[in-house]
């Protein structure tokens, strides 16, 4: 499959590897399931200030899905969590330019994010 | 390392590259000074040393597999052998009864040629291998019923390299009087075959996995006990009228000529092959979660199909870029669905995506496979590192006991 370079480069540099270590400041989101070929986790720090001041990813999966966390630990990085909930999966295939058998991975990386904020609002209620 | 040519080819199941004396033969059956004659010409010398050298790559072709010249019908490829063998033995013995038996695994030409009998009206039952790929003979015993006029089988398959037991088949379904298929395109040249032992009926060849050209092949079709087939193709009567068309001189030769080389030195290259994917494989299996699919004794030499647990399939086809192998990963595929081979073995979903195929051939060195060893494992650490569920893995978590969120 032809993809973009933005995808190449993602996937070959990819940004924001890692784990956060747990605590209440940190959101953790996992979406997906390994028997459709991909799972993302997707973690997210939180300072005082409610803004997303870390961003850290692994997934299991296509190049796509790896690209699209890497992209979305850069975009979050300095939003609030109301603002990372704005992004949408049709700017992220945007970006990557992802062939449309590719825009699952999109959606699924937009469902990170929601899940990781979920799971640091569930902590700080 | 500097001289290794990239990217490196490790997909001679997919197809191989025509052998140049198989090309030199070729090229001498196209111009105006060649052989260029129509071999139904029977008025001239064009036409007649047209047929000539297709009388003589159909010696060829039966001696590698020791059967009759007569018996080896020229077709386009092993699709089409497929095809007339399926739905022309179907066609014609419908009267005898309407049950038809195959295999999971088998390739898509003969799946999808089941499928339109069953549209037909066939009755057909698809049997699941064992565990290793291979098929249960008592499965098959079990599926047959009086009304069984056909079973299709094949040698080696084109995924796993495994090689079915089809002198066991043969001999039950003779017994039976059931006619027997074998779809034998990936085994000429990697497994000997035998025609006058192996109670085998019509067996399909191709000779773009033997080193010869795309778009040719050819069908066996036994005289004693003698098949008879309906033409799916026709036309001139071309074949005995089992398949009309002109005939390819061309192709035809490359094709004899290709077989002609399997057979001197299949012994000599296999032998080769094997020590290759073994020393692939030993480069691979000492690291973790590791697994081949498929029996790897019952197995062609040249295939190693592996499956490295936590990695996606074409997220590590990305990393091997430098090589040219396959993948039986959803991803690879229009479908979105994982191999349906893998699938069939009883294989989770996560081992089939993550698996690869490499198959070795004639034109595979050592060093190759060296630099792929390096490429591989550095790949998959890679991935790994990525890798939620390597990760999962590590602390001790049992993924089957997580409750993921399909989409």
């Known amino acids: ?125 | 390392m500097s001289d290794i040519k990239l990217p490196i080819y490790l997909d001679y199941s997919a197809t191989t590259p025509i052998d140049p004396r198989v090309a030199a033969k070729m090229a001498e059956c196209l111009t105006i000074e060649g052989n260029f004659g129509n071999p139904a010409s029977r008025s001239h010398s064009f036409g007649w040393t047209a047929e000539a050298a297709v009388d003589r790559a159909r010696q060829q072709v039966a001696d590698l597999i020791n059967a009759d010249p007569r018996e080896i019908v020229w077709t386009s490829g092993a699709t089409e052998s497929d095809n007339l063998a399926i739905k022309g033995a179907a066609h014609f013995y419908r009267k005898k009864g309407n049950h038809i038996i195959t295999m999971k695994t088998e390739h898509k030409a003969v799946l999808d040629t089941c499928r339109q009998l069953e549209r037909e009206g066939f009755d057909v039952t698809y049997l699941d291998p064992r565990e290793n790929g291979l098929l249960d003979l008592e499965t098959l015993k079990a599926a047959t019923t009086d009304q069984t006029i056909l079973i299709s089988i094949m040698h080696a398959n084109n995924e796993i390299g495994v090689i079915q037991d089809i002198e066991a088949i043969g001999e039950f379904a003779r017994e039976k009087r059931i006619i027997f298929h074998v779809d034998a395109a990936q085994s000429t040249g990697k497994v000997d075959i035998d025609l006058e032992k192996l109670k085998v009926d019509l067996m399909s060849f191709c000779a773009h996995k033997s080193y010869g050209p795309k778009g040719v092949g050819a069908l066996y079709v036994r005289r004693k006990p003698r098949v008879r087939l309906e033409a799916q193709m026709h036309g001139g009567g071309h074949e005995r009228g089992m398949r009309s068309g002109t005939l390819a001189t061309h192709q035809i030769v490359g094709m004899g000529e290709a077989f002609q080389i399997a057979r001197e030195e299949m012994a000599t290259e296999n032998e080769r092959i094997r020590m290759l994917r073994d020393r692939l494989y030993n480069g691979l299996n000492t690291m973790e979660e590791v697994y081949v699919n498929g029996d790897l004794d019952h197995r062609i030499a040249g295939n190693l199909n592996i499956s490295f647990n936590f990695v996606e399939g074409e997220s590590l086809i990305m990393a091997l870029r430098d090589l040219a192998v396959s993948s039986g990963s959803a991803c690879t595929s229009a479908s979105l669905e994982p191999s349906y081979v893998l699938r069939a073995l009883g294989r989770n979903d996560e081992l089939a995506h993550s698996s690869i195929r490499f198959t070795i051939g004639r034109f595979t060195s050592a060093e190759e496979i060296d630099y792929t060893v390096e490429l591989v494992r550095a790949a998959v650490k890679k991935l790994r590192d990525l890798s939620p569920l390597w990760d999962m893995y590590k602390d001790g978590i049992d993924l089957n006991s997580v409750e993921w969120v399909a989409h």
């Open chain 1, 1 to 125: 499959m032809a993809y973009s370079e933005k995808v190449l480069d993602h996937y070959e540099n990819p940004r924001n590897v890692g784990v956060l270590e747990d605590d209440r400041s940190v959101g953790t989101g996992m979406v997906g399931a390994p028997a459709c070929g991909d799972v993302m986790k997707l973690q997210i720090k939180v300072n005082g200030d409610g803004i997303i001041e870390d961003a850290k990813f692994k997934t299991y999966g296509c190049g796509s899905a790896i690209a699209s966390s890497s992209l979305v630990t850069e975009w979050v990085k300095g939003k609030s969590l109301d603002e990372a909930a704005e992004i949408k999966n049709t700017q992220i295939a945007e970006e990557l330019a992802l062939p449309p058998v590719k825009i699952h991975c999109s959606v699924l990386a937009e469902d990170a994010i929601a899940a990781a904020i979920d799971n640091y609002r569930n902590k700080n209620q």
